[in-house]
């Protein structure tokens, strides 16, 4: 099957649809960006790579790199996580601060914001040193030294994350975030922070589409019943309020970022990302998640 050419008769297509979503501009950095970058890249578990447009660009992850947060506290921590947050959809936007208080500061998920930050708050607690373990482990998932924090995004984050200080906050009041506010909340912004290429993030996802083996190391990340766990949460709550319509059309697990990117794994085949920077409302890729539909569609390529 030669992707490429499926890639390039999708963007084709596209190019007719006109792009009725906004680049992030509630983080004042992320609206810098040129918001006409296209990118895809798909690898497969037997190390077969298909690449587009800007594939080789790096963006900011933000939300995506909650799946690496969420994998690293996950595979090494031996207290029960989920204690301190659920499994279930949200059905609210990542931000949202309804829910969190019905639920007395329990997230409904890891990968809503809310959940994202106790899983902060766990690895401030269990890693000697949490920004550098982290970046550590993401590039031991790629054999790359040089995928780095971007420390201008992070900051203007900080200077603008009022929601969610407004979130970390209220958990602390429910006594679900343990360690000070600010150290919690510096590991937030600056794991979002990561900047990494399509063809990066494809790779560095290959594990969770291969029983949580890194193809290119042999290590083994994830036990498979973990793996499965991991694609089954990112299946029903990696894209908020959006997940239902994302299962729908594309039928893959996957997550989001607000940079505009998105990964989505199919067990046993491949990884593929893809990064359209402008938003639809739900905070997800409007073209990012067109190209997958079309993509999943044509090639039939879905797990369902
Ligand atoms: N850093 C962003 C935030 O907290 C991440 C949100 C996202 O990518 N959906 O708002």
């Known amino acids: 099957m030669n992707y490429e050419k499926t890639f390039q008769e999708i963007y084709n297509e596209l190019q007719n649809v006109e792009d009725f979503g906004h680049v992030a501009d509630y ?18 578990v037997d190390g077969k790579h298909y690449a587009f447009g800007d594939s ?25 996580i989920w204690e301190r947050m659920d499994l279930e959809p949200a059905g609210t936007p990542f931000n949202s601060l309804v829910q969190l208080e019905y639920d007395k500061g329990i997230p409904r998920n890891p990968f809503i914001n809310a959940g994202a ?7 401030v607690d269990e890693l000697a040193s949490p920004k550098e373990n982290m970046l550590a482990f993401i590039r031991s998932l790629l054999k790359n030294n040089a995928i780095d924090y971007n420390p201008i995004v992070a900051y203007s984050e900080k200077k603008s994350g009022f929601r969610n200080y407004a979130l970390v906050n209220l958990m ?3 006594g679900n975030i343990k360690n000070d506010i600010d150290k919690v909340m510096d590991l937030y912004f600056t794991i979002c922070s990561i900047e990494m290429s399509c063809r990066e993030l494809s790779e560095s996802f290959l594990f969770l589409a291969n029983n949580g083996v890194v193809p290119h190391s042999g290590e083994q990340i994830l036990s498979p019943s973990r793996t499965k766990r991991t694609n089954a949460l990112m299946q029903t709550c990696g894209f908020y309020d959006e997940a239902g319509q994302f299962t729908f059309k594309v039928g893959l697990p996957g997550k989001s970022g607000v940079g505009g990117g998105i990964v989505a794994v199919h067990p046993e085949k491949y990884s593929i990302a893809v990064w359209s920077p402008r938003l639809n409302k739900k905070g997800n890729s409007y073209k990012g998640i067109l190209f997958l539909e079309e993509f ?5 390529l879905s797990i369902f």
């Open 117 to 123: 930050i106790v899983v902060c708050d766990i690895l």
């Open 296 to 300: 999943t569609t044509k090639t039939k």
């Open 27 to 44: 983080i004042p950095e992320l609206a810098h960006v040129d918001p006409n970058q296209f990118g895809v890249h798909l690898t497969t």
């Open 172 to 174: 602390k009041s429910f």
């Open 56 to 80: 080789e660009v790096r963006f900011s992850i933000q939300s995506i790199a909650k799946v690496f947060s969420f994998v690293l506290a996950y595979s090494r921590i031996k207290s029960d």
